[in-house]
Every structure is written in C-alpha cells, then in structure tokens.
C-alpha cells in the first residue's frame, strides 16, 4: 500500500487516538506541531498508522489498533515471565491470549501490584530503558517501624551487595504493633530491590505492593483484574519516557543502533 494515496488521513489518526477533535487536529497540523517520521506534516497527509510514527510535540501517538496496553493488579504467587519451567501461573494467564502480550519488567512471584502487559515494543523498550525508566511507587509493610535515620537512609541511598541504590523517596505512611507502613518510590528496578533496601536496614518486607507505575495508578483495580490503558494513559506512558525516546532516537541517527 502507498500510504500517501491509501492511508488514512492524519487529522482522523489523531482523532481516533482520542488525542483531539478532528478539527483541533488540524489546528496542531497547521501550527507545524505533528510529525510523521520525525518530518513536519502537512494538512492533508495521509499515513499508515501500523507503520509510519506520528507524533505531537514529540509525543507520539498511538494510532495503530493492533498495539494493545494492560494494566493488570498481579496477586501474589504469580510469575511475571510469559512462561514457567515449574508450570506455575503466569501474569499472561490473566489477559486475553490474543494478541500475545508480555510484561514490562518484573515483579517477584511474591510481590503484588500494577504491572502493564502489551505487544507495544517500543514503548516497552523505553519504558524498561535503565537510564530514565520511569519512577515506580511501592507499599511495603515492614517488620518494625523505621526511624527518621532509616528513612533517611533509604532517601540517600542504601549499600547493597550489587552496590549503593539510588537516592528514593521514602515515607512512613502508618505504623503500630511493630510494623509499619512505608511508601517507597524507585527509578531502578533491580533484583529484589525494595524487600533488600528494607532487609538491609533491620525491616523485613511482609508484603509488598507496587501501587504506582509512572503516571499509572489504578486503587479500584482488584488482585488478579485488568483492564486496557486509556489513551491518554499511554500517551502520558509515553511522554514520560520522551528524553529516552529522544535517546534513543539519537543513537540511531548516530549509527549505534542496537
Ligand atoms: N522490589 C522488590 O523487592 N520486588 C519487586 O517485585 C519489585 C521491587
């Protein structure tokens, strides 16, 4: 197909993802805000939306309907992996099968919480991209409630046997009967992060709920339910990881692609 004659109209694509009304499309073609392709678009451009790469201010929106997003509120003694050696439940058991979907990033087997299920690579990609991946907010209920030191501690970074973590945010949300309640938000996602934060500073993690992905959050959303992003869920998705879309990008312009 030659999207230039075939494809569907660029104002109806950004119309469609719920981005604006057709008529306010074509006030953002005109101000020169819509690329295609990373080249200015005209009004009255046409593409394919499987295929060409629209954005607006450098946001890109999703207009391909075979790009599907979940949201999904994992239980505990769920794998987060597409598939398990032992035959143990998987976080793809609990989504349509079609189409197939896989998860992005981790949560451990004993660990509850969002975690977005999709076939969208790129975003994917970026989202997982160690150097800007978006921040992730967690529950812990710990063992023992944390001093003003400790929390401090976690804010400043704590020396694990893979290193120093980077500096989080860490609050006590609630305490009483030698337990607490401590809300703690990451940008990096290593092995078993926040229950080693919290062993290495004398709390064990009793349960752990990871409650916030970026700008996604969902408290209605029950253990073992999901449901599929909003558009303007995976446009803020997407705007959120825009310096490593731009990244990334440039390193394709450079030849470095991987
Ligand atoms: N930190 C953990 O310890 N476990 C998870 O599943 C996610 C973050």
């Known amino acids: 197909m030659d999207p230039a004659v075939d494809g569907i109209r660029l104002q109806k694509v950004l ?42 201010d450098g946001v890109r929106v999703v207009g391909d309907d075979t790009l599907v997003h979940y949201l999904l ?18 976080v793809v058991d609990l ?49 023992g409630v944390p001093t003003p030191a400790t929390l401090r501690a976690w804010r400043e970074g704590v020396e694990l046997d893979d290193g120093l973590t980077a500096p989080a945010k860490a609050t006590l949300v609630d305490q009483g009967d030698g337990a607490a309640l401590v809300s ?15 062993s290495a500073l004398g709390h064990p993690v ?19 339910a999901w449901r599929e992003l909003t558009a303007d869920e995976v446009r803020a998705l997407d705007g959120a990881t825009v310096g490593v879309a731009l990244h990334v990008r440039g390193r394709k312009a450079a030849g470095e692609d991987r």
């Open 15 to 56: 119309a469609r993802a719920g981005f604006a009304s057709r008529r306010r499309a074509e006030e953002l073609i005109v101000a020169g805000r819509v690329t295609v392709n990373g080249a200015r678009a005209e009004l009255g451009r046409r593409v394919d939306p499987q295929t060409d790469r629209v954005e607006v």
């Open 73 to 90: 509120n994992k239980p505990v003694g769920v794998m987060s992996t597409s598939s398990d050696p032992e035959g143990r439940p998987t």
């Open 95 to 143: 989504v349509p099968s079609e189409p197939r979907v896989f998860s992005v990033g981790r949560l451990d087997f004993d660990t509850e919480g969002l975690i977005i299920l999709t076939n969208d690579g790129d975003l994917a990609h970026r989202l997982m991209h160690p150097s800007h991946g978006v921040d992730k907010e967690y529950l812990a209920h710990v063992d």
């Open 184 to 198: 703690l938000v990451l940008h990096e996602g290593r092995k078993r992060q926040v229950r080693r934060m919290c």
């Open 206 to 224: 009793r349960r752990l709920v990871r409650v916030r992905i970026g700008p996604i959050r969902d408290p209605d959303l029950g253990p073992g």
